[in-house]
């Protein structure tokens, strides 16, 4: 009876001991539930399943996510870390506004300049005539930032950009009296960039990041700047200066570090980032160095909204090298007049969305003037810039999934399990870079009329063809989404955005009798190239994919042709800087095939090997108004087309997000 009676108070205590626990991990596995919705600190709770611990074992240790942090100001770079597996997207629209020229720290004149300084290409013998009043930038850059691993994240970026300048023309023997106005203007892409930020330490209070990165020629250094007002009257249209282009045409380095505090209410911190161009353009210079240093201070007025205070210190070195279709006789077209030292200081502002019922969104707000201006002059100084981002946090809404229990007396509750995905489907994103060639070499000039061109030609000083083996590095980003329809096929669509470095992309040349001696110039040039291609592919293995390819190609076409005769009358000069520069720039579109293989070396992780042949077709100048040449004999005009087409082998590496995959198809192979 004894027996009977201890055996029965075991059985009720270890019941009573078993609730209480189950009890214990309902409330554990609650808690981590309610913790996915607050940005940070997170909890996260192990998975605890039957045959990893016994209904008495202790509960699991939760494991800390990196503590919350007061923003950075927005112009700051390298803070921006989203989850693993999540990613932030941004849209930041810029204004800048240029005014008012400095030499050194000296305020000047448009007087001053005119009358003192001398013209960059004929330093003895003429002085500036052109001065700028007035510079506008508006820049719309997108950028997604996503996060690789805990302490890994990596920040793509591209964008528009365009800006407006107003020039006063002087004329006169004193060079004083002023002519009028000129309103130039471009617009064209940003260069991208790509940049991996490392989190190399964080506690409670402080965080050390770096970040490198690659910026890729993707903007224009060949944009028309529009009508400009000459000395004598009349106007010409020629290349935009060197401040007016939208890219730099060179591959350049993007080293940097932050360091940020922060002890609530405030934060604090510094940062360093600079860009260091690799190498001179196809027009022949490249952008000085620029560095900057940024030092700030923050308040955070209650959750959710931040102010801050940031002083900016940057230095540029002059532009290096020159091109030699900017020959106006006005500062811009000066590469030494560019760079500088500057200090600026800016107010800003952070603000969560979740403060007007929008979590996962925030937006951005800084604006600022410099309070000091040493520049290589005379040049442009800056008045004020402002900025704003728009930023959504994508995913971070999303319902958190939390199986359900099993029941007191069933043991503890089994985490649940996310279904599989297939390794190949879903939105991917990587880099790529290679080696692209032209597919025809030759590129056409044509001659109708009687005299002019015609005469010349005859008499042998111009040319029928003229051979450009464009070749050179090529080298940008994609974008891509895949879906597996059958166990061994992966069907997508994928779009990339390419920098192109093309060498021997000019030929000159002099050429027929003395009386006639000509100097031709024919110049081909591409600086980028994008595609919106299908994909369908075999899987061999379910880690390599044979791949085929094929769909829109879009790249800017440039054909620029120089004709010069000086030995004749009236002399031959078209094409050459501001004297009416004769040639063809559009945005043309047109096909790109070709195959490829790709290798899963590594969860979300892919390297490829492909091969595209693109064609945009024939650009002719006789497209936008024929050149017409007279002389005794008569009046002819003169065209010349070039095919744009080519050649890509290049390689790539992928990272597959897995977003909007499908269940995986079981194969046999």
């Known amino acids: 009876m004894r027996n009977r009676s201890k055996a029965r108070y075991n059985r009720i205590a270890d019941r009573t001991l078993r609730i209480a626990l189950a009890v214990g991990g309902l409330s554990a596995a609650s808690t981590a539930a309610q913790a996915v919705d607050k940005p940070a600190p997170r909890r996260v709770v192990k998975p605890i399943t039957h045959a990893a611990q016994s209904p008495i074992s202790p509960p699991v240790a939760p494991?800390?996510?990196p503590p919350s942090s007061a923003p950075v100001p927005l112009a700051v770079f390298g803070d921006n870390m989203p989850e693993p597996g999540r990613a932030t997207l941004s849209i930041i629209p810029r204004f800048v506004t240029n005014a008012n020229s400095l030499i050194g720290t000296k305020n000047v004149s448009s007087q001053y300049i005119v009358s003192t300084t001398p013209w960059y290409w004929a330093p003895f013998a003429s002085n500036l005539r052109v001065v700028p009043q007035y510079q506008f930038?508006?820049?719309?850059?997108?950028?997604?930032?996503?996060?690789l691993s805990k302490d890994f994240s990596i920040v793509l970026a591209a964008g528009l950009v365009q800006k407006h300048s107003h020039l006063m023309t002087f004329y006169g023997s004193s060079n004083l009296i002023p002519r009028g106005m000129s309103f130039p203007g471009t617009d064209s892409l940003e260069d991208t960039s790509a940049t991996i930020i490392w989190r190399a330490y964080q506690d409670p209070i402080h965080r050390l990041k770096f970040n490198l990165g690659m910026s890729f020629p993707t903007g224009s250094t060949y944009n028309q700047g529009g009508a400009l007002l000459q000395p004598a009257g009349a106007?010409?249209?020629?290349?935009?200066?060197?401040?007016?282009?939208?890219?730099?045409?060179?591959?350049?380095?993007?080293?940097?570090?932050?360091?940020?505090?922060?002890?609530?209410?405030?934060?604090?911190?510094?940062?360093y980032r600079a860009r260091l161009p690799l190498g001179v353009n196809n027009e022949g210079y490249m952008w000085g160095n620029y560095q900057e240093l940024n030092a700030w201070g923050g308040y955070t007025w209650f959750p959710g909204f931040t102010t801050t205070a940031r002083v900016n210190f940057n230095i540029q070195s002059p532009i290096v090298g020159n091109d030699w279709w900017?020959?106006?006789k006005l500062q811009s077209a000066n590469p030494n007049f560019y760079g500088g030292k500057r200090i600026e200081i800016y107010g800003g502002a952070e603000i969560d969305g979740k403060l007007f019922g929008a979590p996962g969104f925030s937006v951005g707000l800084e604006g600022g003037v410099p309070v000091?201006?040493?520049l290589n002059g005379p040049q442009l100084a800056r008045a004020w810039q402002a900025g704003m981002a728009l930023r959504w946090k994508l995913g971070e809404t999303g319902p958190s999934v939390v199986a359900a229990a099993p029941g007191i007396f069933k043991g503890p509750a089994v985490a649940a399990v996310a279904s599989p995905v297939a390794p190949w489907g879903g939105v991917y994103f990587g880099v790529n870079g290679g080696y692209t060639w032209a597919g025809?070499?030759?590129?056409?000039?044509?001659y109708t009329g009687s005299g002019g061109f015609a005469s010349l030609w005859a008499r042998g000083a111009l040319p029928s063809s003229i051979s450009l083996n464009s070749q050179g590095f090529i080298g940008g980003a994609q974008v891509g989404y895949n879906y597996q329809p059958h166990e061994k096929a992966v069907a997508g669509v994928e779009a990339d955005l390419q920098g192109l470095t093309v060498g021997n992309s000019t030929v000159n040349s002099w050429q027929g009798p003395p009386t006639a001696l000509t100097f031709v110039q024919a110049q081909r040039n591409q600086h980028n190239l994008g595609t919106v291609r299908g994909r369908l592919g075999y899987l061999v293995t379910p880690t390599a994919l044979l791949y085929g390819t094929g769909g829109l190609a879009f790249g800017e076409a440039i054909l620029n042709p120089t004709f010069f005769t000086p030995g004749i009358a009236p002399a031959l000069n078209f094409g050459v800087g501001n004297n009416g520069l004769?040639?063809?720039?559009?945005?043309?579109?047109?096909?790109?095939?070709?195959?490829?293989?790709?290798?899963?070396?590594?969860p979300k992780w892919s390297v490829k090997a492909e091969y595209l042949r693109y064609d945009l077709g024939t650009a002719n100048t006789a497209n936008i108004g024929p050149l017409f040449y007279g002389s005794k004999a008569g009046i002819s005009s003169a065209g010349y087309a070039a095919p744009f087409n080519g050649n890509i082998v290049r390689a790539g590496l992928n990272y597959h997000l897995n977003w909007g995959a499908a269940e995986p198809l079981v194969a046999k192979y």
């Open 440 to 446: 025809d070499t030759d590129t056409n000039f044509t």
């Open 326 to 328: 900017m020959v106006g």
């Open 582 to 602: 004769f040639g063809y720039i559009d945005m043309r579109l047109g096909w790109a095939a070709g195959a490829g293989v790709e290798w899963m070396f590594a």
């Open 235 to 271: 106007y010409g249209i020629g290349r935009a200066f060197y401040g007016m282009q939208s890219g730099t045409g060179t591959f350049d380095l993007l080293p940097g570090v932050l360091y940020a505090g922060t002890i609530a209410p405030w934060s604090w911190g510094l940062s």
């Open 137 to 147: 930038i508006q820049s719309e850059t997108m950028t997604l930032a996503y996060g």
């Open 63 to 65: 494991v800390e996510a």
């Open 372 to 374: 000091y201006q040493n």
